[in-house]
T-cell receptor, first 114, second 114 residues
Framework: QKEVEQNSGPLSVPEGAIASLNCTYS??????FFWYRQYSGKSPELIMSIYSNGDKEDGRFTAQLNKASQYVSLLIRDSQPSDSATYLCAVIVDRGSTLGRLYFGRGTQLTVWP | ETGVTQTPRHLVMGMTNKKSLKCEQHLGHNAMYWYKQSAKKPLELMFV???????ENNSVPSRFSPECPNSSHLFLHLHTLQPEDSALYLC?????????????FGPGTRLLVL
């Protein structure tokens, strides 16, 4: 079983703060990494994908990948109450034989209070 | 319609009923997936179809039967389900190509088995 680990939270930050979400994975063959946001009762929606070591920024979101340490993180700057949701880390492993097999973490619940 | 659509959005069925879930993707993708999301558990992959062929069956009980008549449509046929099968069933699609394998999810079907 390939494992993706996340702190379940809840993580609570004030509006305007930086929220930091972390994820570790067990399989060194992992190549593609994704962050999804899921509001209560809704389906996951993609926030960011990252494939190479380093940082990738998109608006208020920054994904960070460190393959040597097997972790991927998501930073949310200037957090807003509308960012309150569960954030799912997902990893693809062995794309050659397991087409698009995403392994999901349990998710971290984020609450941004006004 | 855009993206990935699923019907019905909510379903209540008895253990002796037969029902089907439908998924349709309008993204031109060639791979489709069924996931199950239960409370307090990570998303669980059930089935993967690539170019209308089933490429993965993740040890799912036979009371769940998938069907993929073409690359845009995916069904999940349900019969003699158990109460523990109550969950959110999510369909997703992607393109089977490196760096394009991001999966996009439909809104899900909330299933309650009585």
């Amino acid at each position: 079983q390939k494992e993706v680990e996340q702190n379940s939270g809840p993580l609570s930050v004030p509006e305007g703060a930086i929220a930091s979400l972390n994820c570790t994975y067990s399989d060194r063959g992992s190549q593609s990494f994704f962050w999804y946001r899921q509001y209560s009762g809704k389906s996951p929606e993609l926030i960011m994908s990252i494939y190479s070591n380093g940082d990738k920024e998109d608006g208020r979101f920054t994904a960070q990948l460190n393959k040597a340490s097997q972790y991927v993180s998501l930073l949310i700057r200037d957090s807003q109450p509308s960012d309150s949701a569960t954030y799912l880390c997902a990893v693809i492993v062995d794309r050659g034989s397991t087409l698009g097999r995403l392994y999901f973490g349990r998710g971290t619940q984020l609450t941004v209070w006004p | 319609e855009t993206g990935v659509t699923q019907t019905p959005r909510h379903l209540v069925m008895g253990m002796t009923n037969k029902k089907s879930l439908k998924c349709e993707q309008h993204l031109g993708h060639n791979a489709m997936y069924w996931y199950k999301q239960s409370a307090k558990k990570p998303l669980e992959l059930m089935f993967v179809y690539s170019l209308e062929e089933r490429v993965e069956n993740n040890s799912v009980p036979s009371r769940f039967s998938p069907e993929c008549p073409n690359s845009s449509h995916l069904f999940l046929h349900l019969h003699t389900l158990q109460p523990e099968d109550s969950a959110l069933y999510l369909c997703a699609s992607s393109q089977d190509h490196p760096s394009q394998e991001t999966q996009y999810f439909g809104p899900g079907t909330r299933l309650l088995v009585l």
